[in-house]
């Protein structure tokens, strides 16, 4: 789908290139204008201001493949105290989680102990927990761990990427759990035999999906339209109010910092949008993605390099 977005990918993964870009203190100007901090403190800042604006958030604290399980326990402390703090100032900050973020990869069982704490505390704290989608190798465990922790509570849901082919099937695996959804296009780099090489493709089979999903008698619980794609945000708005699908059953959701008009036109016009607020301080792997996503961004970073 585009040499830059394939460079921008590769580089994600460059532990070299991590390295020295962390440094620079342009790259890290350029990245403020998708996170509004590196610390929580930051992030809940932030979501006061949207509160304001009539919109809510999604908190994620960057970091993924974590090496050791001290890692992964102090992920899951820094969760705990992310849903005591947005209950304590009455704010409606839901989190997200990667699953190699809480040790998927050293020991599922330890991963999924984890997560259970956390549906745990958003149970008593009426919080709700999303889990991220990670690159291909991860969508059996990861649903796995959905289904596992599905069966105990609905405060929960999950990530599906549209251009994975295998999506249509897992999304029809899990629609009798009346799961809550968050449908996106995918950020990962896959090889063509899982994932539409072209964009065409992946608009296409996310139109498709979402509109599957939207509205259908015991369908999902919810289904955030997670997508900045006007054209996408557009048809889907039709969709829901032509078959009459309640207000509470979809939200938009979007990336800080990313299509903050349309953002705000969506309020206006009495839409539910959610914004997702990326904090911490292993960004490069997540930034780089950005990047890929719209490869004009770098424009900033440019610019950034020269006014510095
Ligand atoms: P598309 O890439 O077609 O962009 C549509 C328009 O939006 C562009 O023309 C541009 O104007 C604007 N835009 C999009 N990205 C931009 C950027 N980076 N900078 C500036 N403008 C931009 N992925 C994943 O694999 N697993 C996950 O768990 C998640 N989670 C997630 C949560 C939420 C709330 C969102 C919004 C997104 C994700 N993603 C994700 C990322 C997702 O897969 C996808 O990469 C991005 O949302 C970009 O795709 P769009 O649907 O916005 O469309």
């Known amino acids: 789908?585009?040499?830059?977005?394939?460079?921008?990918?590769?580089?994600?993964?460059?532990?070299?290139?991590?390295e020295r870009a962390m440094r620079y203190s342009f790259v890290r100007r350029s990245v403020s204008r998708f996170m509004p901090g590196e610390t929580l403190e930051d992030a809940l800042r932030a979501t006061q201001e949207l509160q304001l604006k009539g919109m809510s958030t999604v908190l994620t604290q960057l970091g993924e493949n974590i090496k050791d399980a001290g890692e992964a326990e102090a992920v899951r402390r820094h969760y705990l105290e992310v849903m005591e703090q947005a209950a304590a100032r009455g704010l409606d900050a839901q989190i997200s989680v990667k699953p190699t973020q809480l040790g998927l990869d050293l020991d599922p069982q330890l991963c999924r102990a984890h997560l259970a704490a956390l549906l745990k505390r958003a149970?008593?704290?009426?919080?709700?927990?999303?889990?991220?989608?990670?690159g291909s190798d991860y969508v059996d465990a990861t649903l796995d761990l959905f289904r596992g922790a599905r069966a105990v509570s609905?405060?929960?849901g999950v990530c599906l990427q549209a251009y994975l082919r295998r999506t249509p099937a897992d999304l029809e695996g899990l629609l009798p759990l009346r799961p809550a959804l968050r449908l996106v296009k995918g950020a990962y780099q896959e090889p063509a035999d899982r994932a539409f090489p072209r964009k065409e493709d992946v608009d296409a089979a996310y139109l498709?999906?979402?509109?599957?999903?939207?509205?259908?008698?015991?369908?999902?619980?919810?289904l955030a339209i997670g997508t900045h794609d006007p054209r996408l945000i557009e048809r889907l708005r039709a969709v829901a109010k032509e078959r009459?699908?309640?207000?509470?059953?979809?939200?938009?959701?979007?990336?800080?910092?990313?299509?903050?008009a349309l953002q705000a036109r969506l309020v206006e016009?009495?839409?539910?949008?959610?914004v997702l607020i990326s904090y911490g301080s292993y960004w490069f792997p997540w930034y780089m993605r950005r990047l890929a996503e719209r490869p004009a961004n770098v424009g900033f970073v440019v610019r950034n390099f020269f006014s510095g």
Do not use: C, H, K
């Open 123 to 134: 149970e008593e704290r009426r919080n709700f927990v999303w889990i991220d989608m990670e």
């Open 244 to 260: 009459g699908v309640p207000r509470a059953a979809y939200e938009f959701e979007m990336l800080y910092g990313i299509q903050r």
């Open 269 to 274: 016009g009495g839409d539910r949008l959610r």
């Open 154 to 156: 609905s405060r929960i």
């Open 1 to 18: 789908m585009g040499l830059m977005r394939n460079v921008f990918l590769a580089g994600s993964q460059s532990p070299w290139l991590r």
């Open 208 to 222: 498709e999906l979402a509109t599957r999903i939207l509205g259908q008698p015991g369908g999902p619980e919810m």
